[in-house]
Nanobody, 122 residues
Framework: QVQLVESGGGLVQTGGSLRLSCAAS????????MGWFRQGPGKDRKFVSA????????GYGDSVKGRFTISRDNAKNTVYLQMNSLKPEDTAIYYC???????????????WGQGTQVTVSS
């Protein structure tokens, strides 16, 4: 059973940047595709980005394309989400998840972290 712990969230001004990290333990990290989702206040959890085990299959949600970059370091059992040009609408709790492939649906991921809050002020 893989455990996931996110970090790197915080408060940032519009146009700023943050890098989220998700550290995995308890499983073989390179066996998993990794995804990032976010959930704003009163909203459903939405797909942000995902990456397969080797990093050669990556997907992004439309609202973050060109601003966010996902990457992973299998030697460090960590996946990252570099977030640039942040907007107030990016404010949400960000969750990382582990699954068997690069999927857009949260139901396709079996393991979840506890989330990290990102707040973008205007």
């Amino acid at each position: 059973q893989v455990q996931l712990v996110e970090s790197g969230g915080g408060l940032v001004q519009t146009g700023g940047s943050l890098r989220l990290s998700c550290a995995a333990s308890g499983g073989t990290f390179s066996n998993y595709a990794m995804g990032w989702f976010r959930q704003g206040p009163g909203k459903d959890r939405k797909f942000v980005s995902a990456i397969n085990w080797s990093g050669d299959n990556i997907g992004y949600g439309d609202s973050v394309k060109g601003r966010f970059t996902i990457s992973r370091d299998n030697a460090k059992n960590t996946v990252y989400l570099q977030m640039n040009s942040l907007k107030p609408e990016d404010t949400a709790i960000y969750y990382c998840a582990a699954g068997s492939g690069v999927y857009l649906l949260s139901s396709q991921y079996n393991h979840w972290g506890q989330g990290t809050q990102v707040t973008v002020s205007s």
